[in-house]
């Protein structure tokens, strides 16, 4: 589900090149939430059925395509009755946290898409295949930055002379972090009362262009998000180190957050599907492989870009967002380490190598829409450019790994 998108596109891939039988379903909002927006994809994606002919050719494969809304509960209904999946990998939802603070009304819209979406795939699953496993992609961001270590979904509390094992406290950011929240707690209901099966990956921020599959032809790329409202960190950053703009970090850079390869996330994505949740089990991953702050991110990205010539500057950014700058964070991330997660890890070469891609579709870039425009609190002033950070402040050469 959301088999058109930067992820589910070459998950789609990633599966049937390994021999599974695999249907996308799409409505294309993202395509149009980008029409809205006057942003479009770095990288030139195909049409769908442009995407899914290019396959066939070099694979000699089939996807099958389900054009249609998971809002819309008879299309959802009638698309897994026919298919009868063994797993559901869902990613149909609206996924910025900026995209959900612009208005009332694409807040409203966030919620509804993400959480009805996901309730009428639970009834779906529920009256015709209550055995198939559900693979939820979740976020880091449900749980905020706790002033503890963030377990994997549940955490055992004393309190009053008794113990339990309880669902993690959620601390969500934005609109969209807390769709995500109810999603879990609705999935996780699901499990409980009617026996269903289900993995929520908790995914930090993903970066990358390319995977084994999307490189084999150019018609086969993923999308490549850069601008303020869709790209995420890495991928902004160096877009704006090829094109000569600012790298916009937003407020002091001190906030920290987990990450990963594109191309770990079809691992993690994997391994869930091969190694199913039991039935009546909420089982939640945390999907990431390295912490960073947001500043050493940029110091990373200026140092990469710097050896291959490019003239780059840290700037910072009054932060648009309301969010801690200066806290405690660290994730476990255990369980899919443990089923074999192999990640590849981020460093130069990898930054470089994106830079180079970047590099080749750079005519593309508006830069219009780099700069942060979104703001949490109506009644802050216009984030506007401050002072440059010092690029040159020496960045920790030992991530944060787990």
Not at 43 to 54: D, N, V, Y
Not at 114 to 125: C, D, E, H, I
Not at 242 to 270: A, K
Not at 331 to 348: F, I, M, R, S, T
């Amino acid at each position: 589900m959301g088999g058109d998108g930067y992820l589910g596109w070459p998950t789609a891939l990633h599966f049937s090149a390994r021999g599974h039988e695999v249907a996308v379903l799409d409505n294309f909002a993202r395509r149009r939430w980008h029409l809205e927006r006057s942003t479009e994809s770095l990288t030139p994606i195909a049409s769908l059925s442009e995407r899914i002919r290019a396959w066939r050719e070099i694979s000699g494969k089939e996807i099958a395509a389900h054009i249609g809304d998971a809002q819309d509960a008879g299309f959802l209904e009638s698309v897994i009755s026919g298919f009868l999946p063994e797993a559901v990998v869902h990613y149909a939802e609206q996924p910025s946290a900026p995209y959900s603070m612009i208005s009332r009304r694409h807040a409203v819209e966030t919620q509804v898409n993400n959480v009805v979406g996901t309730l009428n795939l639970l009834f779906a699953l529920r009256e015709h295949v209550p055995g198939c496993h559900l693979v939820k992609l979740g976020t880091m961001g449900e749980y905020g930055t706790p002033n503890i270590d963030i377990e994997e979904g549940y955490i055992e509390i004393e309190h009053g002379g008794r113990r339990d094992v309880l669902p993690f406290p959620k601390m969500p950011r934005s609109i969209y972090h807390l769709s995500k929240v109810h999603d879990s707690h609705n999935i996780h209901f699901a499990c409980r009362a009617w026996g269903l099966r289900a993995t929520d990956l908790n995914q930090g921020v993903v970066y990358g262009i390319h995977t084994q599959e999307t490189a084999l032809d150019e018609r086969l790329l993923t999308r490549f998000d850069y601008d303020e409202v869709f790209g995420t960190a890495l991928n902004r950053f160096c877009a704006q180190a090829v094109i000569g703009h600012p790298l916009t970090v937003y407020g002091t850079g001190t906030q920290i957050r987990s990450f990963l390869n594109l191309r770990d996330t079809l691992q993690c994505v994997e391994l869930a599907v091969g190694n199913p949740a039991a039935l009546g089990e909420f089982r939640v991953f945390n999907q990431f492989t390295e912490q960073f702050s947001i500043l050493e991110l940029a110091q990373l990205v200026t140092r990469a870009a710097r050896a291959l010539g490019y003239a780059v500057r840290i700037d910072s950014y009054v932060n648009p967002r309301v969010e801690a700058e200066n806290h405690y964070y660290n994730a476990v991330n255990d369980k899919l380490l443990a089923l074999g997660l192999e990640p590849h890890y981020l460093g130069d070469e990898l930054v470089q190598s994106m830079l180079r891609t970047i590099a080749r579709y750079s005519d593309r870039v508006n830069a219009d829409v780099i700069e942060p425009s979104v703001r949490w609190h109506p009644g802050e002033a216009e984030a506007l450019p401050g002072e440059p950070l010092a690029g040159e402040r020496q960045l920790d050469e030992t991530p944060r790994r787990r």
